[in-house]
């Protein structure tokens, strides 16, 4: 007997599938349940729910159904389809970024003009803890996220909660760290283009031994950002030296611990004693090689040119301040904040189609760093 037949049978005898089904490892969603039994999720929802709205014998298949994929009702999802809480979560990796901060100021803006409140939680780079957060932000007080993807996870490459939180009909917009296998609306920075502009920048400004500061490629915003960096050398016919290139375990450097990132720059400096230029992809790199510099008696901007990515509070009160590229983190907020309303907004039974990425052009911002 095939699954269709017994989603059709009256009387289900399940016995001889349980087997079958206890082997499958992949966890049910209640939009693949709904798939497979031809109806809405709204009405698995309401029948898993023993609603008066949906009628005995269809209330008998879907649990029928439900116990021989061994499906576990989400109370989340469940919650979320019964009523709007007019309250949206952000799950952001870091709060003491300048550029995380703009952007929940950006969603917060936008969610108070429709009149949704924000909750935010942060994943502090932990994959066990973006997940926690989700579990405990999604409890039925929340109809939507908006996530920038922890460092951690982006590492283990391990989406299946931002999945399955999707495959249970709670919206998900991705911003600035996004995952391209995850289906679902996202907003970033041109991160390519604008590093390519910055490197441009310093190319045109004379230097000839441009170094770059990144992080592992696993980071997709360092990855980015690093291709940008290869296309404005290229493009001014200047072949890549693999020796100008630090890329940071980010593992090892952390605020309270930024002595291993000045260590790595330092060597940096010393390999490369005609370096002129430094193109950074954050603005924690950029600062920490300006203060090695000035350790190193090396003058900025004469000796030493330095860009780099973020338009934060240490940018502008460095010394010398930093040119950098901006990326509008307020703009994303809002960016974000209004493609995820608009989903939460959308008929209850329409899929989840036409999703979309919005790519906030960046400014590079000129200040004493640079020439």
């Known amino acids: 007997m095939t699954i269709q037949a017994i989603k059709n049978e009256n009387t289900l005898n399940l016995s001889p599938y349980i087997y079958y089904f206890r082997s499958m490892r992949k966890k049910t969603t209640i939009k693949e349940l709904a798939r497979e039994l031809g109806v809405s999720i709204s009405t698995v929802s309401k029948a898993l729910n023993d609603s008066p709205e949906i009628s005995k014998d269809t209330i008998e298949k879907v649990k029928a159904f439900a116990k021989l994929l061994h499906y576990r009702p ?126 441009e920048k310093l190319i045109s400004n004379g230097c000839k031994q441009i170094g770059l500061i990144t992080t592992k490629d696993y980071i997709s915003v360092g990855r980015l950002r690093s291709l940008g960096y290869m296309n404005a050398l290229k493009a001014h016919g200047v072949i890549p030296n693999s020796e100008l290139i630090l890329k940071v375990d980010d593992d090892m450097v952390s605020e309270d611990h930024l002595e291993v990132l000045e260590d790595e720059i330092t060597q940096l400096f010393k390999v490369n004693p005609t370096i002129d230029a430094i193109f950074a992809v954050n603005e924690l790199y950029a600062v920490t090689a300006m203060k090695v510099a000035r350790k190193l008696n090396i003058n900025i901007p004469e000796q030493l040119q330095i860009i780099g990515f973020t338009d934060g509070v240490l940018s502008k009160h460095a010394s010398p301040s930093l040119s950098t590229v901006s990326q509008h983190g307020e703009d994303m907020g809002q960016q974000s904040a209004e493609l995820l309303i608009r989903r939460i907004e959308e008929s209850s039974n329409s899929e989840t189609v036409g999703y979309q990425t919005v790519v906030i052009p960046t400014k590079l911002i000129e200040r004493k760093s640079t020439l």
């Open 74 to 199: 989400n109370n989340i999802a469940l919650s979320l389809k019964n009523k709007r809480t007019k309250t949206i979560g952000i799950i952001i990796p870091e709060i003491v970024h300048h550029f995380f901060t703009k952007v929940i100021k950006g969603v917060e803006l936008y969610a108070n003009s429709k009149g949704y409140n924000v909750i935010v939680g942060l994943s502090n780079e932990s994959f066990d803890k973006e997940v926690v957060n989700m579990e405990m932000l999604a409890n039925g007080s929340i109809d939507g996220f908006v996530i920038s993807t922890s460092r951690e996870t982006l590492q283990l490459q391990d989406y299946h909660h931002f999945n399955e939180t999707i495959n249970e009909g709670i919206p998900v917009v991705m911003f600035d760290r996004v995952v391209n296998e995850i289906k679902c609306d996202k907003v970033i920075v041109d991160d390519m283009s604008g590093a390519k502009e910055a490197v």
